[in-house]
Protein backbone atom coordinates (compact mmCIF):
# COMPACT_ATOMS: atom_id res chain seq x y z
CA UNK A 1 0.00 0.00 0.00
CA UNK A 2 3.07 2.33 0.72
CA UNK A 3 4.49 1.50 -2.51
CA UNK A 4 1.10 2.18 -4.26
CA UNK A 5 0.93 5.39 -3.09
CA UNK A 6 4.57 6.52 -3.29
CA UNK A 7 4.25 5.35 -6.88
CA UNK A 8 0.93 7.55 -7.63
CA UNK A 9 2.73 10.98 -6.01
CA UNK A 10 5.77 10.32 -7.88
CA UNK A 11 3.86 9.67 -11.35
CA UNK A 12 1.36 12.63 -10.49
CA UNK A 13 4.58 14.43 -10.04
CA UNK A 14 6.12 13.37 -13.34
CA UNK A 15 3.60 14.16 -15.17
CA UNK A 16 3.42 18.23 -13.12
CA UNK A 17 6.94 18.67 -14.51
CA UNK A 18 6.90 17.67 -17.80
CA UNK A 19 3.49 19.70 -18.59
CA UNK A 20 5.46 22.86 -17.11
CA UNK A 21 8.10 21.92 -18.71
CA UNK A 22 5.80 22.62 -21.94
CA UNK A 23 5.06 26.31 -20.43
CA UNK A 24 8.49 26.62 -19.90
CA UNK A 25 9.94 25.56 -23.61
CA UNK A 26 7.30 27.81 -24.87
CA UNK A 27 8.67 30.88 -22.94
CA UNK A 28 12.07 29.95 -23.90
CA UNK A 29 12.14 29.11 -27.30
CA UNK A 30 9.34 32.32 -28.70
CA UNK A 31 10.75 34.98 -26.44
CA UNK A 32 12.90 37.42 -28.80
CA UNK A 33 16.20 37.85 -26.15
CA UNK A 34 16.66 34.22 -25.85
CA UNK A 35 15.80 33.17 -29.24
CA UNK A 36 18.79 35.38 -30.00
CA UNK A 37 21.42 33.86 -28.66
CA UNK A 38 22.74 30.72 -30.31
CA UNK A 39 22.14 27.33 -27.92
CA UNK A 40 22.18 24.38 -29.37
CA UNK A 41 18.96 22.47 -28.95
CA UNK A 42 20.02 20.10 -26.51
CA UNK A 43 21.33 22.90 -24.28
CA UNK A 44 17.76 24.56 -24.36
CA UNK A 45 16.08 21.07 -24.05
CA UNK A 46 17.88 20.48 -20.43
CA UNK A 47 17.67 23.79 -19.19
CA UNK A 48 14.34 23.76 -19.71
CA UNK A 49 13.74 20.51 -17.70
CA UNK A 50 16.41 21.79 -15.14
CA UNK A 51 14.63 24.70 -14.75
CA UNK A 52 10.99 22.97 -14.39
CA UNK A 53 12.44 20.56 -12.11
CA UNK A 54 13.75 23.51 -9.88
CA UNK A 55 10.70 25.53 -9.88
CA UNK A 56 8.31 22.11 -9.35
CA UNK A 57 10.27 21.73 -6.07
CA UNK A 58 9.85 24.75 -4.95
CA UNK A 59 6.47 25.91 -5.78
CA UNK A 60 3.46 24.79 -4.99
CA UNK A 61 2.77 22.92 -8.53
CA UNK A 62 -0.58 21.46 -8.28
CA UNK A 63 -0.03 17.95 -9.85
CA UNK A 64 -2.76 16.29 -12.16
CA UNK A 65 -4.19 13.28 -11.53
CA UNK A 66 -2.19 10.62 -12.74
CA UNK A 67 -5.02 8.68 -14.47
CA UNK A 68 -5.58 11.52 -16.94
CA UNK A 69 -6.38 9.82 -20.67
CA UNK A 70 -4.37 10.49 -23.70
CA UNK A 71 -6.84 12.96 -24.77
CA UNK A 72 -6.93 14.86 -21.78
CA UNK A 73 -3.43 15.23 -21.37
CA UNK A 74 -3.18 16.18 -25.05
CA UNK A 75 -5.62 19.17 -23.85
CA UNK A 76 -3.52 20.38 -20.76
CA UNK A 77 -0.41 20.26 -22.59
CA UNK A 78 -1.67 22.32 -25.18
CA UNK A 79 -2.88 24.79 -22.84
CA UNK A 80 0.83 24.72 -21.06
CA UNK A 81 2.54 24.85 -24.17
CA UNK A 82 0.28 28.00 -25.64
CA UNK A 83 0.89 29.88 -22.25
CA UNK A 84 4.22 29.40 -22.56
CA UNK A 85 4.00 30.77 -25.87
CA UNK A 86 1.48 33.60 -24.79
CA UNK A 87 4.45 34.89 -22.37
CA UNK A 88 6.59 35.11 -25.00
CA UNK A 89 4.44 36.93 -27.43
CA UNK A 90 4.34 39.73 -24.07
CA UNK A 91 8.13 39.67 -24.43
CA UNK A 92 8.43 39.91 -28.11
CA UNK A 93 5.16 43.07 -28.28
CA UNK A 94 7.67 44.69 -26.32
CA UNK A 95 10.85 44.67 -28.22
CA UNK A 96 8.50 45.38 -31.16
CA UNK A 97 8.65 49.03 -29.62
CA UNK A 98 12.28 49.29 -30.59
CA UNK A 99 11.82 47.80 -33.59
CA UNK A 100 9.31 50.85 -34.48
CA UNK A 101 11.71 53.54 -33.17
CA UNK A 102 14.50 52.06 -35.06
CA UNK A 103 12.33 52.17 -38.70
CA UNK A 104 11.06 55.74 -37.77
CA UNK A 105 14.48 56.86 -37.75
CA UNK A 106 15.57 54.39 -40.89
CA UNK A 107 13.28 56.56 -43.20
CA UNK A 108 13.86 59.91 -41.45
CA UNK A 109 17.64 59.50 -42.41
CA UNK A 110 17.58 57.74 -45.44
CA UNK A 111 19.03 54.38 -43.84
CA UNK A 112 15.90 52.79 -45.23
CA UNK A 113 17.65 51.88 -48.34
CA UNK A 114 20.45 50.41 -46.75
CA UNK A 115 20.38 46.84 -45.29
CA UNK A 116 22.21 44.41 -43.16
CA UNK A 117 21.29 41.05 -41.75
CA UNK A 118 19.58 41.04 -38.31
CA UNK A 119 20.58 37.96 -36.35
CA UNK A 120 17.54 37.94 -34.25
CA UNK A 121 15.18 37.77 -36.85
CA UNK A 122 17.25 36.35 -39.72
CA UNK A 123 16.02 38.81 -42.55
CA UNK A 124 17.27 42.11 -43.94
CA UNK A 125 16.82 44.62 -42.13
CA UNK A 126 17.80 48.63 -42.15
CA UNK A 127 21.06 49.66 -40.22
CA UNK A 128 19.21 51.55 -37.21
CA UNK A 129 15.93 49.08 -37.07
CA UNK A 130 19.20 46.30 -36.30
CA UNK A 131 20.77 48.28 -33.69
CA UNK A 132 18.06 48.85 -32.13
CA UNK A 133 17.13 45.45 -32.05
CA UNK A 134 20.72 44.49 -30.46
CA UNK A 135 20.06 47.45 -28.44
CA UNK A 136 16.64 45.82 -27.09
CA UNK A 137 18.49 42.48 -26.40
CA UNK A 138 21.43 44.10 -24.48
CA UNK A 139 18.97 46.25 -21.85
CA UNK A 140 16.51 43.24 -21.45
CA UNK A 141 19.92 41.55 -19.88
CA UNK A 142 21.12 44.82 -18.37
CA UNK A 143 18.14 45.97 -16.49
CA UNK A 144 17.74 42.39 -14.71
CA UNK A 145 14.27 42.15 -16.59
CA UNK A 146 15.38 38.59 -17.04
CA UNK A 147 15.00 38.24 -12.97
CA UNK A 148 11.91 39.32 -13.43
CA UNK A 149 10.97 37.06 -16.03
CA UNK A 150 11.30 33.93 -14.10
CA UNK A 151 9.68 36.08 -11.73
CA UNK A 152 6.80 36.18 -13.85
CA UNK A 153 7.20 32.84 -15.00
CA UNK A 154 6.51 31.67 -11.14
CA UNK A 155 3.60 33.80 -10.91
CA UNK A 156 1.57 32.33 -13.38
CA UNK A 157 2.66 28.53 -11.88
CA UNK A 158 0.95 30.50 -8.48
CA UNK A 159 -2.12 31.95 -10.11
CA UNK A 160 -2.71 29.24 -13.10
CA UNK A 161 -1.77 25.83 -11.79
CA UNK A 162 -0.35 23.48 -13.74
CA UNK A 163 -2.69 21.52 -16.45
CA UNK A 164 -5.56 24.31 -15.46
CA UNK A 165 -7.10 25.33 -18.33
CA UNK A 166 -7.51 29.14 -18.84
CA UNK A 167 -9.60 32.09 -20.61
CA UNK A 168 -8.12 33.04 -24.01
CA UNK A 169 -9.66 35.81 -24.15
CA UNK A 170 -8.18 37.73 -21.46
CA UNK A 171 -5.21 37.22 -22.78
CA UNK A 172 -5.99 38.59 -26.73
CA UNK A 173 -7.01 41.60 -24.69
CA UNK A 174 -3.78 42.09 -22.84
CA UNK A 175 -2.03 41.63 -26.05
CA UNK A 176 -3.68 43.74 -28.24
CA UNK A 177 -3.67 46.60 -25.22
CA UNK A 178 0.26 46.21 -24.94
CA UNK A 179 0.26 46.36 -29.16
CA UNK A 180 -1.88 49.65 -28.94
CA UNK A 181 1.08 50.75 -26.28
CA UNK A 182 3.53 49.54 -28.56
CA UNK A 183 3.03 52.43 -31.30
CA UNK A 184 3.16 55.17 -28.14
CA UNK A 185 6.28 53.89 -27.07
CA UNK A 186 8.14 53.33 -30.04
CA UNK A 187 7.89 57.06 -30.68
CA UNK A 188 8.76 58.34 -27.31
CA UNK A 189 11.81 56.53 -27.84
CA UNK A 190 12.91 58.67 -30.69
CA UNK A 191 10.73 61.25 -30.31
CA UNK A 192 13.63 64.11 -29.94
CA UNK A 193 15.82 62.74 -33.21
CA UNK A 194 12.51 62.59 -35.27
CA UNK A 195 11.64 66.25 -33.84
CA UNK A 196 15.62 67.62 -34.89
CA UNK A 197 15.39 65.45 -38.35
CA UNK A 198 11.99 67.21 -38.94
CA UNK A 199 13.31 70.79 -38.45
CA UNK A 200 16.08 69.89 -40.90
CA UNK A 201 13.31 68.85 -43.56
CA UNK A 202 11.68 72.70 -42.92
CA UNK A 203 15.18 74.24 -43.07
CA UNK A 204 16.08 72.24 -46.75
CA UNK A 205 12.65 73.32 -47.65
CA UNK A 206 12.69 76.84 -47.29
CA UNK A 207 16.55 76.87 -48.71
CA UNK A 208 15.29 74.98 -51.73
CA UNK A 209 12.93 77.49 -52.14
CA UNK A 210 14.92 80.26 -51.95
CA UNK A 211 17.28 78.70 -53.66
CA UNK A 212 15.80 76.59 -56.66
CA UNK A 213 19.54 76.43 -58.37
CA UNK A 214 20.78 74.48 -55.41
CA UNK A 215 20.63 70.55 -55.45
CA UNK A 216 19.22 70.77 -51.91
CA UNK A 217 18.97 66.47 -52.05
CA UNK A 218 22.69 66.13 -52.56
CA UNK A 219 22.86 68.59 -49.63
CA UNK A 220 20.03 66.92 -47.50
CA UNK A 221 21.68 62.81 -47.36
CA UNK A 222 24.76 63.88 -45.80
CA UNK A 223 23.18 67.04 -43.74
CA UNK A 224 20.32 64.51 -42.07
CA UNK A 225 22.39 61.41 -41.42
CA UNK A 226 25.30 63.81 -39.32
CA UNK A 227 22.35 65.69 -37.67
CA UNK A 228 20.02 62.23 -37.06
CA UNK A 229 23.35 60.36 -35.32
CA UNK A 230 24.35 63.13 -33.51
CA UNK A 231 20.16 64.14 -31.86
CA UNK A 232 20.35 59.78 -31.49
CA UNK A 233 23.75 60.04 -29.28
CA UNK A 234 22.54 62.92 -27.35
CA UNK A 235 18.83 61.25 -27.04
CA UNK A 236 20.22 58.15 -25.76
CA UNK A 237 20.76 59.53 -22.15
CA UNK A 238 17.22 60.16 -21.74
CA UNK A 239 16.10 56.34 -22.46
CA UNK A 240 15.83 55.15 -18.56
CA UNK A 241 12.28 56.23 -18.66
CA UNK A 242 11.37 54.76 -21.99
CA UNK A 243 13.03 51.68 -21.28
CA UNK A 244 11.46 50.86 -17.80
CA UNK A 245 7.72 52.16 -19.29
CA UNK A 246 8.69 48.84 -21.85
CA UNK A 247 9.60 46.60 -19.11
CA UNK A 248 6.76 47.40 -17.36
CA UNK A 249 4.84 46.62 -20.47
CA UNK A 250 5.65 43.00 -20.88
CA UNK A 251 4.57 42.45 -17.07
CA UNK A 252 1.37 44.37 -17.14
CA UNK A 253 0.11 42.39 -19.62
CA UNK A 254 1.10 39.26 -18.01
CA UNK A 255 -1.08 40.52 -14.84
CA UNK A 256 -4.11 40.77 -17.20
CA UNK A 257 -3.28 36.92 -18.51
CA UNK A 258 -3.11 35.68 -15.01
CA UNK A 259 -4.67 38.22 -12.72
Not at 38 to 49: H, K, N
Not at 171 to 193: D, E, H, R, T
Not at 247 to 253: E, L, P, W, Y
Amino acid sequence: MLWSSLFDTVTAWGMATLLLALRVAGLLLFAAPLAAVSIPPVVRVLFGLTLSVALASVLPVSAPPHDLGAGALMVAGACEATLGVLLATGINVAFGAYALGGRLLDVQMGFGMAQVFDPVTRQQVPVISSAFTQLAIVLFWVTDAHHNMLRGLALSIDRIPVGTPWLFESAAAALIQQGSSMFALGFAMVAPVVLCLLLVEVALGVLSRNLPQMNTFMLAVPLKVMLGMAALAAAMTTLTGVVERVNVSIFRTWGMVFP
